[in-house]
């Protein structure tokens, strides 16, 4: 069996997901005008030189401190309630147009995101994606946020947690594709036998040179609604599933589709 994973940000969708739904989370009241501001310079330097670990990290503190206390069941609902407005604006057609054909050619697609699994699972849904593993904050008993991470997807771990896959499910990842623009997802396309490089920050656009990846502009924007996946595909996704422990006091996420009926 052979799989194709996507990253979400700048590859999927044009800007950071979480970013994307700083609005949302204002209109709310969850957020400050400031903390807006905030975001959108860290947007701009993102967009600018790409992302490294150092402002990863500091993007990713921020963004706990910021979410403690917060409802894990009303993050969901402002998402679901809110995805189609946020994010059709800056979604890639050519993105769309690759997970459909992975899918018609019998391939798990997976979405595998740093960003929080209450976004990405939603957006998985709605573009007929297999599964998704993505960032997994803590919850308390009350179901608000600690401030603490089970489990943190993003570099080595994200490689980590395709290794883990692949052993459980029998993926063949020599026959495989991954799809990023960051070179903090390089451990990632080094685990695939075909690993593309989309829209690349200029430390993966070097490496990409060397290795002779192949190299892929997305810049077209499509509306979702224009481009849902039929029906059948939606209703046949599968609630999330453990993946298990990465690394030492690290959890793992999974949440995946089984494709048991043949294709229409």
Same mark, same amino acid.
Request: glycine residues 8%.
């Given at each position: 069996?052979?799989?194709?994973?996507?990253?979400?940000?700048?590859?999927?969708?044009?800007?950071?997901?979480?970013?994307?739904?700083?609005?949302?989370?204002?209109?709310?009241?969850?957020?400050?005008?400031?903390?807006?501001?905030?975001?959108?310079?860290?947007?701009?330097?993102?967009?600018?030189?790409?992302?490294?670990?150092? $402002?990863? @990290?500091?993007? +990713? *503190?921020?963004? !706990? =401190?910021?979410?403690?206390?917060?409802?894990?069941?009303?993050?969901?609902?402002?998402?679901?309630?809110?995805?189609?407005?946020?994010?059709?604006?800056?979604?890639?057609?050519?993105?769309?147009?690759?997970?459909?054909?992975?899918?018609?050619?019998?391939?798990?697609?997976?979405?595998?995101?740093?960003?929080?699994?209450?976004?990405?699972?939603?957006?998985?849904?709605?573009?007929?994606?297999?599964?998704?593993?993505?960032?997994?904050?803590?919850?308390?008993?009350?179901?608000?946020?600690?401030?603490?991470?089970?489990?943190?997807?993003?570099?080595?771990? $994200?490689? @980590?947690?395709? +290794? *883990?896959?692949? !052993? =459980?499910?029998?993926?063949?990842?020599?026959?495989?594709?991954?799809?990023?623009?960051?070179?903090?997802?390089?451990?990632?396309?080094?685990?695939?036998?075909?690993?593309?490089?989309?829209?690349?920050?200029?430390?993966?656009?070097?490496?990409?040179?060397?290795?002779?990846?192949?190299?892929?502009?997305?810049?077209?924007?499509?509306?979702?609604?224009?481009?849902?996946?039929?029906?059948?595909?939606?209703?046949?996704?599968?609630?999330?599933?453990?993946?298990?422990?990465?690394?030492?006091?690290?959890?793992?996420?999974?949440?995946?589709?089984?494709?048991?009926?043949?294709?229409?």
């Amino acid at each position: 069996m052979e799989a194709a994973f996507f990253d979400l940000d700048k590859t999927i969708i044009a800007t950071s997901s979480v970013i994307a739904f700083g609005g949302p989370f204002y209109r709310e009241g969850l957020i400050a005008k400031r903390t807006i501001a905030r975001g959108i310079y860290a947007q701009f330097v993102y967009m600018l030189v790409g992302a490294d670990e150092s $402002k990863m @990290e500091r993007m +990713r *503190e921020s963004m !706990l =401190r910021l979410t403690r206390g917060w409802e894990q069941a009303r993050i969901r609902a402002i998402v679901e309630d809110t995805l189609e407005a946020t994010l059709s604006p800056i979604i890639y057609a050519e993105a769309l147009e690759l997970i459909a054909q992975h899918n018609a050619e019998g391939r798990t697609t997976v979405i595998i995101s740093s960003s929080p699994i209450e976004v990405v699972e939603p957006l998985a849904r709605h573009l007929g994606v297999d599964g998704v593993i993505a960032t997994r904050a803590e919850v308390d008993e009350s179901g608000r946020y600690t401030g603490e991470l089970e489990f943190y997807a993003y570099g080595p771990h $994200k490689a @980590e947690a395709i +290794r *883990e896959l692949a !052993l =459980r499910d029998g993926l063949d990842l020599a026959a495989s594709y991954a799809y990023s623009d960051s070179i903090t997802d390089l451990p990632m396309l080094e685990m695939v036998g075909h690993p593309v490089v989309v829209n690349p920050d200029r430390e993966l656009a070097r490496v990409a040179r060397t290795r002779e990846w192949e190299v892929r502009k997305f810049e077209r924007p499509v509306r979702l609604r224009d481009r849902m996946p039929a029906p059948s595909r939606g209703s046949a996704l599968a609630a999330a599933a453990a993946l298990g422990t990465v690394g030492a006091g690290v959890g793992g996420y999974l949440w995946l589709r089984r494709r048991t009926a043949p294709a229409s």
